[in-house]
C-alpha cells in the first residue's frame, strides 16, 4: 500500500471520521466501519485532506484541465485541493455550483472559473452516484467533458445490483473513479495493526457478505 494511503488511514481515525463499531447505512446494512468526511471540520484537517487528495489525483496520473465540486460538500474539498495541487507545482483553475440559480450580479449557478475542457469531479464518496450524474449533466450541458472522479474512500460494495456504486458510475458515465484508499486499503491496515484485530475480522465478513473484487 503506498505510504499517502496508510498515512490517510491514520489520520482519518485520528480525526473521528473512520470509525469502527456498527453502523446502518443509507441501504440498510449494518456496517462495522463508517467513514465521514463532514468531520473533516476544521483549518488544519480540511488543509491535509486537500493534500491526501491531491497525491493521489497524481499518483493516478489523471488527465484533466480544471476541477469541479458539486454543492456543497464539494465546495470545501474542491477549494482545498486545489490549493495542495499548487503547492505540489499544479495549477489548476476550479469552480462549483450553487444549489439555487442566482439572478442577480454574475448570475447562474456556477462560481469560479468558466468550465470548459476536461473537467475532473470531487466528492467523499459515491453511494447511489446521484452527485455524479448531475455534476456529469451541468459539465456537459456548459459546453466542457466530464474526464474523472475522484473521491476519498471506494467502499467496494455492491449498489443495486452485482456491481459497486463505483462500477455502476464508471459504466454509466464512462468515467475513471480514483479514490484515496479503498476498502482493500483497509483491510490491509488492519492486517498491519494487532491493535484492530477485533475490527479486522468483522470487516472481513462484511467484505465477504457485500464486496466486489475488482
Known sequence: MSDFRQAFIEFAIACNVLCFGEFKT??????PYFFNAGLFNDGDSLRKLGQFYAKAIVAAELPFDMLFGPAYKGIPLVSAIVIALAEMGYNYPFCFNRKEAKDHGEGGVLVGASMVGR???VDDVISAGTS?????DLIKASGATPSGVVIAVDRMERGSDQLSAVQEVQQMHGLTVTSIINLNDLVVYLQNHREFEQHLLAVQCYRE???VNY
Open 26 to 31: 443509507k441501504a440498510g446494512r449494518m456496517s
Open 209 to 211: 457478505q457485500y464486496g
Open 119 to 121: 473537467v475532473l469531479i
Open 132 to 136: 455524479v450524474r448531475e455534476s456529469v
